[in-house]
């Protein structure tokens, strides 16, 4: 087997074929699987045939498994997975429900945010429900010099309890209690990071967690915030994932940010299974 890497004619992504993730991967794909990540920030496998046992071990393979604050969302035999569903048993949401409806960045708000975080498409509306995902990196390179000089050596404040606050702030499914608050505390990260890997620079700041730039006061900070949120969401520097039955889409959240989209009907079944991996602190 040989992994194909095709990049997307988008500012970020890639598709990958030539590797059968429902088998084991060998050690040396494995890493070349995750230098191709690094590089394109997305990557996207068509028509996977795998079992979360399969999607775990390749996990494993990339990295320590992360297992999520809502822990009522995992499978019961396998806390690394998370389920992403809309479909609800007895009333009740099986997995989050209206995941990652707006854009973030997977555990900013965490000392240790998740490096790579993947989904294998179980069900999906046709033609609905895209994830759209934007370089970080093409966003602060594409950045006026007035805006970098203002933001080096800047830090933000990202915090869970923001989009509960905001997105889903009437949302009866998505609560979180005084607890599952308790266990993710306001985190403090550099607005530019740096990719280990690569030595390029992304701005790392979303929409979802960052409440605040701490080195500015609250209008110089949301105006900035606004700025760098236009840049990074201009749609020439978005990839757009159209699922499909069978995709296994993984992303660097350290350089990129995404968002799902909601446009698909209350009875359409998106159903989708996640795992992701810890990442080092943001430098
Ligand atoms: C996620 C997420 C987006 C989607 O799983 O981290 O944001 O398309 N999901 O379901
Ligand atoms: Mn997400």
Same mark, same amino acid.
């Given at each position: ?24 991967? /060998? ?23 795998? @079992? ?21 969302? @995992?499978? /019961? ?11 609800? *048993?007895?009333? *009740? ?5 209206? @995941?990652? %409806? ?11 945010? +998740? ?50 606050? +905001? ?9 979180? +209690?005084? /607890? %599952? ?19 390029? *620079? ?29 840049? @990074? ?51």
């Amino acid at each position: 087997m040989t992994l194909v890497i095709a990049p997307t004619d988008a500012a970020l992504g890639a598709v990958a074929t030539g590797v059968d993730l429902g088998r084991p991967v /060998e050690d040396a794909v494995a890493a070349e699987v995750r230098m191709a990540l690094c590089q394109h920030g997305v990557l996207a496998f068509p028509d996977q045939d795998m @079992a979360p046992e399969a999607q775990v071990a390749l996990t494993r393979q990339l990295g320590e498994p992360e297992v999520h604050v809502l822990s009522d969302f @995992a499978l /019961e035999d396998m806390p690394e997975v998370f389920i992403v569903s809309n479909v609800r *048993k007895d009333g *009740k949401p099986v997995g989050a429900i209206n @995941a990652g %409806q707006y854009w973030h960045s997977d555990l900013s708000y965490t000392a240790r945010p +998740t490096f790579a975080s993947m989904l294998h498409a179980k069900e999906v509306p046709p033609g609905r429900g895209e994830t759209l995902f934007a370089s970080m990196v093409r966003a602060y390179e594409t950045l006026s010099d007035e805006i970098k000089v203002r933001i080096d050596g800047c830090h933000a404040v990202h915090d869970y309890t923001l989009a509960y606050e +905001t997105v889903f702030a009437d949302n009866p499914d998505r609560t979180l +209690t005084a /607890e %599952q608050a308790a266990e993710v505390p306001p985190v403090e990260h550099p607005v530019v990071r740096t990719q280990v890997e690569t030595g390029r *620079k992304a701005i790392y700041v979303n929409p979802g967690f960052t409440r605040r730039i701490v080195e500015m006061d609250a209008d110089k900070s949301r105006e900035t915030l606004e700025t760098l949120f236009a840049q @990074a969401t201009d749609p020439s520097n978005i990839y757009t994932h159209h699922w499909q039955v069978g995709d296994f889409l993984m992303w660097d959240n350290r350089i990129t940010m995404h968002m799902a989209l909601s446009n698909y009907a209350a009875n359409d079944v998106r159903h989708l299974l996640r795992t992701s991996v810890t990442g080092e602190i943001p430098v």
